[in-house]
């Protein structure tokens, strides 16, 4: 079965700062590894996804992520945070078999200080 | 492309009605709906699979008798709360995977239920 920790609960980091958002996960086969992002009482918005190919993902709001395979991680990255970035992250994965659904990490919550 | 549009946004009920949530998919054909449940400040947990034409798959320990899915066709897919309770109030989103090389979800922009 499919799992994604995502260790901390909470992330503040300072405007202007890089930002690091953990997420390891547990598949059988291929991961498909996504990251959305959550504002309050909205949808998911899509933020990136690995599925083959390069290892470092580069995805939308200047979020990028990268796969590594031998940590089973998939952590979100951003050069420079920005107040706007506040929210809820959640890393997701579902492996390569079909329409299985995805399982999400219990979310982390970014609060960037101005 | 690839919108589900999901609606109401937001609803406020009282204890013991029923109350119907819509994910309708605008430009392709989902024969695939997840149905996911967020409760406040957690993640979001899978309710159920529901496939066009077939009955729902259920998680376990999600009420079949309570949360009524349907997905009569390939843009329709309806979650009902039958006899509604105040424990059922959260977050409701559905997700429709997509096909091909996009591989990967698109998700309606949630229900907030109310039960009162």
């Known amino acids: 079965a499919q799992s994604v920790a995502q260790p901390e609960d909470q992330v503040n980091v300072a405007e202007g700062n890089p930002l690091t958002v953990k997420c390891t996960y547990s598949?059988?086969?291929?991961?498909?590894l996504f990251w959305y992002v959550q504002y309050p009482n909205r949808g998911l918005q899509f933020l990136l996804k690995?599925?083959?190919?390069?290892?470092l993902v580069k995805g939308s709001y200047g979020f990028e992520a990268e796969f590594n395979k031998s940590q089973t991680s998939f952590h979100l990255k951003k050069p420079s945070a920005l107040v706007s970035d506040s929210a809820l992250y959640f890393c997701?994965?579902?492996?390569?078999?079909?329409?299985?659904?995805?399982?999400f990490g219990k979310g982390t919550r970014l609060s960037v200080i101005a | 492309g690839a919108v589900v549009s999901q609606h109401p946004s937001r609803v406020i009920c009282k204890s013991g009605t029923s109350v119907k949530i819509e994910c309708r998919s605008l430009?392709?054909?989902?024969?695939?709906m997840f149905w996911y449940r967020q409760f406040p400040k957690k993640s979001l947990m899978l309710m159920a699979t529901?496939?066009?034409?077939?009955?729902?798959?259920?998680e376990q320990g999600v009420e079949k008798d309570k949360f009524l899915i349907n997905h009569a066709s390939l843009t329709l897919s309806t979650l009902t709360v039958t006899s509604a309770h105040p424990e059922d109030s959260s977050f409701y989103i559905c997700?429709?995977?997509?096909?091909?090389?996009?591989?990967?979800?698109?998700f309606g922009s949630g229900t907030r239920l109310t039960v009162v």
């Open positions: 529901s496939n066009e034409g077939s009955k729902a798959t259920y």
């Open positions: 598949v059988s086969g291929n991961p498909y």
């Open positions: 997701a994965v579902r492996d390569d078999s079909g329409n299985t659904p995805l399982v």
């Open positions: 430009d392709f054909q989902a024969t695939t």
């Open positions: 997700s429709a995977p997509l096909e091909g090389v996009r591989r990967g979800y698109t």
């Open positions: 690995y599925i083959t190919g390069d290892n």
